[in-house]
């Protein structure tokens, strides 16, 4: 089983949509939790954390449910500048130090 | 400010040749890290420094992969001899201090080995 495991997608929504993309991690001492974004052909950059409570940053909503091991994100009104690879990104503790593990991303397409 | 740097960005190459990847890191970040990303299993850590030393080398495939950093701004790669499976995109990320949460990557380089 992945460490980290996320639907491939693709999720092809219209403007204005809302989607919501969830992840799985398999290791429940995992510490912190975040949605790195990744542009076609380009590095991947961090989107947000994602806290115990929840946390929001405008059109974008991260949630944690530490008993289920589930992370999700959910975007409302999409926007065509939306369209990218969105990664979950677990950290925890393995061989010695705090590591990121990155799951495969999955991919949204936002289309007119 | 500039980011993470990398050298080359692309490069194809013929089976059986070395290959060198640079980073550089961002100016006082003193945590950096290679990756490796494929279609088929997405993005992996090969090796990760902290402080110029190597801490987990244990995603470096083989004895083909070998890592430096010789000190606190500049890091290699290198792939000798290079196999066409090891054609993927190389990432160098780096980050401040032993906290991993935040990593910033460079735009990484494009490897074509045939």
């Known amino acids: 089983r992945k460490e980290v495991e996320q639907d491939p997608g693709p999720f092809n929504v219209p403007e204005g949509a809302t989607v919501a993309f969830n992840c799985t991690y398999s290791?429940?001492?995992?510490?912190?939790f975040f949605w790195y974004r990744q542009d076609c052909r380009k590095e991947p950059k961090l989107l947000m954390s994602?806290?115990?409570s929840g946390n929001e940053d405008g059109r974008f909503t991260a949630q944690l449910n530490r008993a289920s091991q589930y992370i999700s994100l959910l975007i409302r009104d999409s926007k065509l500048s939306d369209s990218a690879t969105y990664l979950c990104?677990?950290?925890?503790?393995?061989?010695?130090?705090?590591?990121?593990?990155f799951g495969a991303g999955t991919r949204l397409a936002v289309h007119p | 400010d500039a980011g993470v740097i990398q050298s080359p960005r692309h490069e194809v190459t013929e089976m059986g040749q070395e290959v060198t990847l640079r980073c550089k890191p961002i100016s006082g970040h003193n945590s950096l890290f290679w990756y490796r990303q494929t279609m088929m299993r997405g993005l992996e850590l090969l090796i990760y420094?902290?402080?110029?030393?190597?801490?987990?080398d244990s995603g470096m495939p083989e004895d083909r992969f070998s890592a430096k950093m010789p000190n606190a701004s500049f890091s290699t790669l290198k792939i000798q001899p290079s196999e066409p499976r090891d054609s993927a995109v190389y990432f160098c990320a780096s980050s401040y201090g032993t906290g991993q949460e935040t990593q910033y990557f460079g735009p990484g380089t494009r490897l074509l080995v045939l």
């Open positions: 994602v806290y115990s």
């Open positions: 290791n429940s001492a995992s510490q912190s």
């Open positions: 990104v677990v950290l925890m503790f393995s061989g010695g130090y705090n590591k990121l593990i």
């Open positions: 420094f902290n402080n110029n030393v190597p801490i987990d």
